[in-house]
T-cell receptor, first 118, second 109 residues
Framework: DSGVTQTPKHLITATGQRVTLRCSPRSGDLSVYWYQQSLDQGLQFLIQYYNGEERAKGNILERFSAQQFPDLHSELNLSSLELGDSALYFC?????????????????FGNGTRLTVT | GIQVEQSPPDLILQEGANSTLRCNFSDSVNNLQWFHQNPWGQLINLFYIPSGTKQNGRLSATTVATERYSLLYISSSQTTDSGVYFCAPSAGGSYIPTFGRGTSLIVHP
């Protein structure tokens, strides 16, 4: 058990809808990352938050947004869903912000949320 | 961004065999991690190894940053080693791991 909790495990919804994925990082970790895994694109980085602030942005669509709350849990909001958004969405956490300096910390992943858009 | 190539893409072993998985990357790295995704989809961090060699039980990893590659060794493989192994370096001003396409490993009893 990595200590990172993601809910729900599975989500089935229709095109055009909006969903929210939730992530609780490991105890003591301040940084949260979101990744999308699909068969054609592999594991793609979406966005990172550190202690409530956005730190890095990857291949995140404008229809997607995220935030990290004061209790450090994070939510990924996906709107106007399309069939191509069907994927496994992972959250990971790390102790440090990993945006610079001589020390970085490893990432630990949750079990993912499998999103199916029909 | 950094390009990551993993080889071989697929590997089939008999239980007890040894194997070496390779990860080549295009830029100087400040960070490199190896992950195992098991058949249930869980991603498990195996090594955090920007340089040098580390060992954890039957697994070991070596990163030669100057030559832009990393190797993951699996000895005496077991069926529980099956899954996909990902290399995820980060480079330059970004410390965010970029994942390769992985090596899919099947270990037969």
């Amino acid at each position: 058990d990595s200590g990172v909790t993601q809910t729900p495990k599975h989500l089935i919804t229709a095109t055009g809808q909006r969903v929210t994925l939730r992530c609780s990082p490991r105890s003591g970790d301040l940084s949260v990352y979101w990744y999308q895994q699909s068969l054609d694109q592999g594991l793609q980085f979406l966005i990172q938050y550190y202690n409530g602030e956005e730190r890095a942005k990857g291949n995140i669509l404008e229809r997607f947004s995220a935030q990290q709350f004061p209790d450090l849990h994070s939510e990924l909001n996906l709107s106007s869903l399309e069939l191509g958004d069907s994927a496994l969405y992972f959250c990971a956490s790390s102790a440090r912000d990993n945006t610079g300096g001589s020390y970085n910390s490893p990432l630990h992943f949750g079990n993912g949320t499998r999103l199916t858009v029909t | 961004g950094i390009q990551v190539e993993q080889s071989p893409p697929d590997l089939i072993l008999q239980e007890g065999a040894n194997s070496t998985l390779r990860c080549n990357f295009s830029d100087s790295v400040n960070n490199l991690q190896w992950f195992h995704q098991n058949p249930w989809g869980q991603l498990i961090n195996l090594f955090y190894i920007p340089s040098g060699t580390k060992q954890n039980g039957r697994l070991s990893a070596t990163t030669v940053a100057t030559e832009r590659y990393s190797l993951l060794y699996i000895s005496s493989s077991q069926t529980t080693d099956s899954g996909v192994y990902f290399c995820a370096p980060s480079a330059g001003g970004s410390y965010i791991p970029t994942f390769g396409r992985g090596t899919s490993l099947i270990v037969h009893p």
